[in-house]
Each structure stands twice: as structure tokens, then as C-alpha cells.
């Protein structure tokens, strides 16, 4: 990002009362008036002022990005929404404009932004430093050189980011560095900004004793959750479906599966150079999500024609029918019960190989015994471990599987993260994404087999099986 220019209003607080059934809110600014002292200003270079209920906002210069922030006290432990209106009236059409929050000084802020040109993204700037967490991104539902409604929403460890009133996209959440939250307008064009309101949400499990034990787990920093190696190769036709249920509706949670998924998702994207656009993240996926996931990564494979490299990766809960030993993914409003409500292992698999690719990836970091994740039993299960049965892979499938047999697919609780994934992401992070298949399988065994004895005392041996296309080839593939 290019210089920042700060300037940064006398202080304001408002607290909120602490329990509502409704949204709660924080702080909010209608631009009536200036009675938030927010900045207003005119010179050669910006126009700030407020003026017929909008906080008009002209950059005039070519370069450089202009802030004007507003300190609000936020308790980032409970879901909260940032949310405003913002008008483009003229200037720079691929120029970006719109929320910043989280800066405690000149230096540090995060922003979620759009140009007329109908794009967004989102970034942290740390020092002199910015950091792109998702590039340009094309969205439908930008008005372009209109009227949009933008809004951050963190809920538990994720925000979610909303154009309009559509969820385009979404990221791990930090935490904040400061309290200063207001709008970022790049260089040269004239934005009108409305309504900024900030509340916590009604459905805030901080709220609600009786939903604390369904909240995605609250996770730390491992250290496979920071310097994540950036590539510079673009793998524009490669499309990846992550699915991550942690808080099941009929079954105990799956501790880490959300954390798991989201910090997969960013490997895909800094280190596989993935685009953001390519992934498809659902976290907590119902049948129907995951039937949608499944169908989506599917017909872009069709549409590519052999050209697509596929990758699906799922943690969560699996379970075995002990009729036939087949292996099934649960939704989170799956019943161990029925299997009508679950993703037959096989259905998948077959569905994946429907259509020609350069390549077919699967990650399971799920067990198909009936134990679970913290060494416990699914809520259907007789007690007694199910060993399920080898599927046969198709075409040019390979499949990392976290576990053998009748064993369970364990937690990393130091790392906060499934042991299998914690060695997926491990090795990627050392190699930069630049490693085989041959070479990943042997870390993510030998590294899961020993852990597993160490810290849970339970033998747990990662597997890979490959189709008939592949035998003899799947170890020189690479993710990259």
C-alpha cells in the first residue's frame, strides 16, 4: 500500500449496555451533525466535511491513502459488525475506499475496501508494511460508481466480509491493535460516506450462557499460523473446496476444525498462489453446503475439461456404517443415526472422478472408526471401534487420510490445530509449498505416528492411497 497520511479526531466513548436479546449498539453516526468531532478540513490536496447528512470525503492528490477515524472501545471477545454506506461520486475508478479499523496509532490498521470499478479487498497495514490477505477481487454485487453497503462481521475467530447486504468472502480473525475505526479513501476521488454504526450482534454467544459450548473454539497463535511463505506462481486453474465442521448440532464438537480449515485456506492462497476467488471455505457445513461444495468443485471441473487441478480437504467428523464398513462425512446437522444425512465416502470420491482433470487431491483429517477427536465415541456408536473399508480410488485421485483403520484422528492441543493438519501445514511452510506428494506423505506419518504417542499416548499412522491412473506417478506430484 503507498504512504498513509493520518489525521485523527478528538476522543469520543461510548459504552454499551452489556446484555440485549437485540443487536447492542456500540457507536453509531448518522453525519447530521459533527457532534463526534470527526475531522473536517479543506486545502489544496482534501476536502473533509460534513455536509447534508454525509461525511463528505475528496482526496485530491495522486497518491497516497487518506484516513479519518473515530476511537471506539470494542471488546473483540464477542461478535461484533462494523457496517456503513458509502457513495462514489467521481475521481480514480479502480481506486479503493472504505472501512478501517483496529489502529492504535499512525501505523497500523486493517481495511475492507471497494473501487467503482465493482472490486474489493481487504489488507493490514503493520508499520511501513502492508500486507494483502485478499487481493482484488471481483464481486456481482458491487454497484458500480453507485451506492454500496459495506460491513465487517466477526463471528468467533472468523470476519466476514459483506457487499450489500452478500457475504463475499472471509478471513481469520486477529484481534485488534487499537480502537480507531473509520474510512480509508485512496488517491484521487471523492467518496461520500453514511450511517456508520457498530454493534454486537444479537446472536453474540457471549450473550447466551446456553451457546458458549457450541462456539468455535477459541485458538492462540502456533507457529504454523504466522509466516506463511508468499509465492509469486499464480494457480489460476486450480479450484479448492474446504469444508471445516467444529460445531455440530447432534454430535460434540470437533475441537480445532474451524482453525484447521481457515489456515489451510490461507496456505492455498500465499503459498499455492491460489485465488481467493478459486476457493470455496464453508465452515460448520450443513448436508445441504456440503452437497452445494461438492456439486460446485465438480462442475468446474467439468468446465475445464482436464485442465483443473482439484483439491478437497475436510475436517470433521466421520463415521462408519457398521452394516457395510463404508466411511461417510458428517454435517454439523448430520445424525450419526441416519445415514441419509451424511456424504458417503464412496459418492464423493465418484463425483470428484466424474469428470477429467490434471489432478484430484483430497485431505481427510476425519476418522472413520465412530471414536472422535478427544478420544470419546460418537453419540450412535456401540463403543466398540469400526475398522471401515479401503475405498478403491478412481482416475488420478490420491487421498491423504488422517488416520488407519480403526484409529481416531487426534487434536494438536499445543499447536490448536488436528495433528494431522498440523503436519500438513508444517511441511508446507518449510518447503513453501514446493514439496511431493512422496515426500509430504513420509513428514505427515512419520511426524503424526511419534506425536500421537507423545502427546495422547495413542497410535495414530496417516495414510495415502492413490487411483489407477497415478499408481506409479503419485509421488512426484506436487500441490504447486
Sequence with gaps: MRSIIILICSITLLLPSFLSAQETIIFEDNFNDNLNKWLEKKDKDYILQILDGKYSFEHKK??????????TLIDTKRDFSISCN??????????????????????????????????YIYLICLGAKSEILINYTESEYINKKGSNNIS??????????????????????????????????????????????????????LQNDNKIENKTTIIG????????????????????????????????????????GKVFKEYCEKTLGIPSKNIHFAPDASFGNMKSEIKWISDVSAAFNGQAKIIFYYAGHGMP????????????????????????????????????????????????????????????????????KTDIMKGNMIVFS??????????????????????????????????????????IRDNVKQQSIIVNQKSQTPQVNSGSQVQSIWNTIKLK
Design 221 to 260: 497463535t502456533a507457529d504454523v499460523d504466522v509466516n506463511i511463505p508468499v509465492g509469486t506462481q499464480i494457480s489460476d486453474k486450480t479450484f479448492v473446496v474446504i469444508i471445516a465442521n467444529e460445531n455440530y448440532q447432534k454430535e460434540v464438537k470437533v475441537q480445532y476444525a474451524t482453525n484447521d
Design 86 to 119: 458509502t457513495v462514489w461520486i467521481n475521481g480514480a475508478e479502480g481506486s479503493g475506499s472504505g472501512l478501517s479499523w483496529g489502529k492504535p496509532d499512525g501505523t497500523n490498521n486493517y481495511y475492507f475496501g471497494i473501487t467503482a470499478n465493482g472490486y
Design 321 to 388: 456404517n457398521e452394516a457395510d464398513k463404508s466411511a461417510y462425512l458428517l454435517p454439523v446437522d448430520g445424525f450419526s443415526s441416519d445415514f441419509e444425512t451424511a456424504i458417503k465416502l464412496d459418492d464423493l470420491y465418484a463425483r470428484l472422478a466424474s469428470n477429467p482433470a490434471q489432478s484430484i487431491t483430497v485431505f481427510l483429517d476425519a476418522c472413520f472408526s465412530g471414536s472422535i477427536r478427544d478420544d470419546g465415541m460418537l453419540a450412535n456408536a456401540r463403543g466398540v471401534k469400526i475398522t471401515p
Design 152 to 205: 465487517v462481521k466477526k463471528r468467533g475467530s472468523i470476519i466476514e466480509f459483506y457487499i450489500n447486504g452478500h457475504i463475499v468472502n472471509q478471513y481469520t480473525f486477529y484481534g485488534f491493535v487499537g480502537n480507531y475505526i473509520g474510512f480509508l479513501v485512496d488517491l484521487n476521488q471523492k467518496i461520500l460516506f453514511d450511517d456508520l454504526k457498530i454493534v454486537y450482534l444479537a446472536e453474540d454467544n
Design 62 to 71: 495522486k497518491e497516497g491513502a487518506f484516513l479519518a477515524l473515530h476511537p
Design 402 to 443: 488422517a488416520a488407519t483403520g480403526n484409529e481416531t484422528a487426534y487434536p494438536y492441543k499445543e499447536k490448536q490445530h488436528g495433528l494431522f493438519t498440523y503436519f500438513l501445514l508444517k511441511k508446507l511452510q518449510e518447503t513453501k509449498g514446493d514439496v511431493d506428494y512422496q515426500t509430504l506423505s513420509n513428514y
